[in-house]
């Protein structure tokens, strides 16, 4: 879990209202009464309090936190240290797409109402930032990047060669309850596959996945990729379901492993469905427990989609899982999760085949692929295995300026430094320690010190600020 720390100034009634509740046994000291009030900030959890003093109290902690400069809830403010390690890892993701043959790509941050909730319905609309009507239009903020992807390739559809391999890296905003992991303001890798339907297409996206892990250090030890195929699971279902309880079928079973055994059949019962029959099928292990079973010809076409990928990607990270269903029901064929091995956290990546997505939009018939990889999980990951990278933030050289008559020069010389390197200076006249432990501070690489001595002999004094060495350089060579 990422902890983080909230500042919250109270006002000196407010601290003696809850020393009054210490005093009074209710918490045991002031600072885990300030502690409830921002768990039942952040997560909206907790319910009415017994104690009706207590209640007032928190109410008015939570009303002086919601009124101070806080970051929205559910966001995450990226310091330079941190925006460097984004970097870092942003970096690597497009570097494996790229290598991969895709394309980066980039989509305005809203799209209309309608475009945002014609692929997964009216139930998203609630979890859609929505931006003030003016007129006639509306709009609301990209909860993910397939659907402005998709409808970038609906414009130039007919004259870009096939098959397009495009990729985004961008920020989205979800209105929805934040956890670890899952933030309402988040930055996720959505790579889109279109224009083929060979199992080829289905294995170079699982294959980047994996690589966009591997490429940041991580292992087979790891991490795990499951897949399963749209196809075969809901023809096996046809067996024991109706053909329109399919889809509420298969949301159930999508959160199999979020829910316990009793919720998992009663959510069956209330579809009228029999939970032996589901459980039958969850039971297979493997693609030789499902050739067991009876197969219609959707199940066999699955089955036969599977196999062929499956000869196409590394089994040491694949493994055949029949729960997984992507409860989106746009997804038409394999679909696939990223999970870190122990599967602690949530998803890493996710994604699948959805050939009838673009025909939905309006487009030609044409079949797609892809997955979206999200940042805030990945960076959980990162941080438990010690792979975090460095962040890098330090530049390169910091001038020391020692005395005020060399100060014109010296800065010529910064300024043909940055031609060529990240350079700072001192810009408050500081004496020579306070300099350096500024630059210290800043994580300077090098520090070189330019003095009367120096512009006379053109040689400039370098000091490795890492190991401590110091050597003489001359200024043309720099």
Same mark, same amino acid.
């Given at each position: ?397 910091? $001038?020391?300026? %020692? *005395?005020? &008559?060399?100060? =014109?020069?010296?800065?010529?010389? @910064? +300024? !043909? ?29 090098? $520090?070189?010190? %330019? *003095?009367? &001595?120096?512009? =006379?002999?053109?040689?400039?004094? @370098? +000091? !490795? ?14």
């Amino acid at each position: 879990m990422v902890m983080e720390t909230m500042q919250i100034r109270l006002t000196k009634g407010l601290v003696e209202e809850i020393k009054m509740l210490v005093n009074k046994g209710i918490y045991p000291n002031s600072s885990e009464c300030v502690r409830d009030a921002v768990r039942r900030l952040i997560t909206g959890a907790g319910g009415k309090m017994e104690v009706p003093e207590a209640q007032k109290v928190v109410e008015k902690i939570v009303k002086e936190a919601k009124e101070q400069l806080q970051k929205p809830t559910g966001t995450t403010d990226f310091y330079p240290k941190e925006m460097g390690i984004r970097n870092k890892v942003f970096i690597s993701l497009k570097r494996s797409a790229k290598r991969f043959g895709f394309m980066q790509v980039e989509s305005p941050a809203f799209e209309t109402i309608d475009l945002l909730t014609k692929k997964s319905g009216e139930e998203m609309l609630g979890q859609i930032f929505t931006l003030e009507q003016r007129g006639d239009e509306k709009f609301g903020l990209r909860f993910d990047l397939t659907v402005p992807i998709t409808r970038m390739f609906l414009e130039k559809q007919k004259e870009i060669p096939k098959p397009v391999k495009w990729f985004g890296l961008s920020r989205m905003w979800r209105y929805e309850r934040p956890q670890a992991g899952r933030l309402r303001e988040f930055y996720q890798l959505s790579v889109e596959l279109f224009g083929c339907d060979k199992p080829e297409a289905d294995a170079e996206i699982i294959n980047l996945a994996i690589d966009c892990l591997t490429s940041l250090k991580l292992t087979s030890n790891d991490f795990f990729v499951k897949i399963n195929n749209r196809k075969l699971l809901q023809g096996l279902l046809l067996g024991a379901v109706k053909e329109e309880q399919l889809e509420a079928v298969i949301r159930i079973i999508d959160k199999v492993k979020k829910i316990n055994d009793e919720e998992f059949e009663r959510d069956l019962k209330n579809l009228k469905v029999d939970p032996r029959e589901i459980k039958k099928i969850l039971k297979c292990q493997s693609l030789e427990d499902v050739e067991k079973l009876k197969l219609n010809k959707q199940a066999k076409e699955g089955l036969q989609e599977l196999k062929a990928i499956m000869q196409l990607v590394d089994e040491k990270f694949v493994k055949f899982d029949i729960s997984v269903a992507r409860g989106l029901a746009y997804y038409t064929g394999t679909v696939f999760e990223v999970y870190d091995k122990e599967e602690k956290f949530r998803a890493l990546a996710g994604g699948g085949r959805y050939d009838s997505l673009v025909e939905l939009y309006g487009g030609s018939p044409t079949p797609a692929t892809g997955f979206g990889m999200g940042y805030s999980t990945l960076s959980l990951l990162l941080k438990e295995k010690e792979l975090v990278p460095e962040p890098g933030i330090g530049v390169e050289y910091f $001038v020391v300026i %020692i *005395g005020e &008559e060399v100060r =014109e020069k010296a800065l010529e010389i @910064v +300024k !043909d430094l940055r031609k060529k390197y990240s350079v700072d200076y001192d810009l408050a006249g500081r004496n020579i320690k306070n300099q350096m432990n500024y630059a210290d501070s800043v994580k300077a690489k090098k $520090v070189i010190f %330019i *003095g009367g &001595e120096e512009i =006379e002999s053109g040689m400039l004094t @370098v +000091k !490795d600020m890492k190991t401590g060495k110091q050597s003489k350089v001359s200024i043309d060579i720099l």
